[in-house]
């Protein structure tokens, strides 16, 4: 039986193929609505479009390409829109995730709400000679979920991580560790249930291997006999290191220390996990493996975590955080869920990069309720109204046939709190 998406997809084809360039306009539309919003599908027909345009306004003419070079545009749009076709076959792995994370949504639900690993209220930190102050700030982590923590540097995110990590006394409120211990004063069990993970790593020498290390920090804990086997040994594999088990710290890159590091704060099995810009290091890929892992982590359902990680990395720390904390020169000026971020503002963002100067971007926007363009110098922000629509922007810039690099809704992110 041919479905909504196969019979689009065949009158696209045919349109693609007579007219290239009058068709695009459908192949965005149909990209936004069938694609998967977890790939690249319309990244991909947006650039796809800019480089068709690109090469109609170097060609002589401006209107025809060589055959050559349209057959090969052809061929990567009809790719495009095989594609969706393929990903909206993908019913098994859907329906497979769609149990998954509906499994956990409810275990995390059904979680008492008494389950936070800590609860801050208005506790805050002056640096002698008063160079900096994190104001009164108040933060409760619940098992389970991640809170991200933003803002530009120097405002305060290491200071916060700090003390909840235990490692720096606030000079006023109070700091409680609900699920490890009434007693606040009870230091020596708190810090055993708070895996840190700070930005500087300290050195460990090429006195022992990594396997060696592990059991020796599973063994000061508590841990031995088979147990401390066993947990090694699973941290090995579920960190993907049992490759390097037997490197030593200068023979590890600098992706694979960090994932040490976090070995090293898992053998105990913490109740808080608290992580200080650990994507600083790595490569893109290396980026996604370890936030997905960070996410499978503190879900758990055989020992969840509440995680708190801070990055310059926004909208990957946004996409897997239930919770994030915008920073501003020592002050908390968003803190809350992410699905709410923006709900309140009365106006859109969108932030790119593109071949036109902000003159020439303002007359093709004057059709759109716009209300400022701000060129930062390495990109533009689009400032608008709440009825700006993000496909409507898009198509009249591919229309004026504007080489596009960076196109983003960033509306509903913090990164527009860095602008404000």
């Given at each position: 039986m041919t479905t909504e998406v196969e019979e689009r997809a065949h009158e696209l084809k045919a349109n693609l193929t007579s007219n290239l360039s009058g068709a695009f306009e459908d192949l965005v539309i149909f990209s936004e609505e069938f694609g998967n919003p977890q790939t690249n599908v319309v990244k991909d027909t947006v650039l796809l479009s800019s480089r068709i345009f690109r090469s109609l306004d170097n060609n002589n003419n401006g209107t025809e390409l060589d055959k050559s070079i349209k057959q090969q545009f052809i061929d990567e749009a009809l790719e495009i829109v095989d594609n969706i076709i393929r990903q909206s076959k993908e019913k098994d792995y859907k329906e497979c995730k769609d149990v998954e994370n509906d499994i956990q949504e409810r275990f995390i639900r059904r979680m008492p709400s008494s389950s936070y690993a800590f609860v801050g209220e208005g506790f805050s930190k002056i640096y002698t000679g008063g160079k900096f102050k994190l104001e009164p700030t108040s933060l409760s982590l619940r098992l389970g979920e991640i809170t991200g923590v933003v803002g530009e540097n120097g405002t305060g995110k290491t200071t916060l991580l700090r003390i909840v990590a235990g490692d720096l006394r606030a000079d006023s409120g109070v700091v409680n560790y609900p699920l490890v211990s009434k007693n606040k004063k009870d230091w020596i069990k708190i810090k055993q249930a708070i895996g840190y993970v700070p930005q500087r790593i300290n050195d460990w020498g090429d006195l022992n291997t990594v396997k060696k290390i592990l059991h020796f920090t599973a063994s000061i804990k508590g841990i031995r006999?088979?147990?401390?086997?066993?947990?090694?040994?699973?941290?090995?594999?579920?960190?993907?290191?049992?490759?390097?088990?037997?490197?030593?710290?200068?023979?590890?890159?600098?992706?694979?220390?960090?994932?040490?590091?976090?070995?090293?704060?898992?053998?105990?099995?913490?109740?808080?996990?608290?992580?200080?810009?650990?994507?600083?290091?790595?490569?893109?890929?290396?980026?996604?493996?370890?936030?997905?892992?960070?996410?499978?982590?503190?879900?758990?359902?055989?020992?969840?975590?509440?995680?708190?990680?801070?990055?310059?990395?926004?909208?990957?720390?946004?996409?897997?955080?239930?919770?994030?904390?915008?920073?501003?020169?020592?002050?908390?000026?968003?803190?809350?869920?992410?699905?709410?971020?923006?709900?309140?503002?009365?106006?859109?963002?969108?932030?790119?990069?593109?071949?036109?100067?902000?003159?020439?971007?303002?007359?093709?926007?004057?059709?759109?309720?716009?209300?400022?363009?701000?060129?930062?110098?390495?990109?533009?922000?689009?400032?608008?109204?709440?009825?700006?629509?993000?496909?409507?922007?898009?198509?009249?810039?591919?229309?004026?046939?504007?080489?596009?690099?960076?196109?983003?809704?960033i509306s509903n992110s913090t990164r527009v709190l860095f602008e404000r």
């Open positions: 006999g088979d147990d401390n086997l066993h947990t090694v040994n699973y941290l090995l594999n579920r960190l993907e290191l049992n490759d390097y088990k037997d490197y030593r710290w200068g023979e590890l890159s600098g992706g694979f220390k960090l994932r040490f590091e976090l070995a090293r704060q898992l053998v105990w099995s913490p109740k808080l996990l608290i992580l200080d810009e650990p994507l600083a290091n790595l490569d893109i890929k290396a980026q996604t493996i370890f936030l997905n892992d960070i996410r499978n982590l503190a879900r758990s359902m055989n020992h969840s975590m509440a995680v708190l990680i801070s990055s310059q990395n926004i909208y990957d720390i946004e996409s897997i955080s239930d919770n994030i904390i915008f920073m501003r020169t020592g002050r908390v000026k968003y803190s809350g869920p992410v699905s709410q971020i923006g709900s309140d503002w009365n106006n859109k963002c969108f932030m790119m990069e593109a071949d036109c100067s902000i003159l020439e971007l303002k007359e093709l926007l004057a059709i759109h309720p716009v209300s400022e363009i701000r060129n930062t110098g390495s990109y533009m922000l689009v400032f608008g109204y709440r009825d700006m629509d993000f496909n409507k922007v898009l198509i009249t810039l591919l229309e004026a046939r504007v080489t596009i690099r960076l196109f983003r809704d």
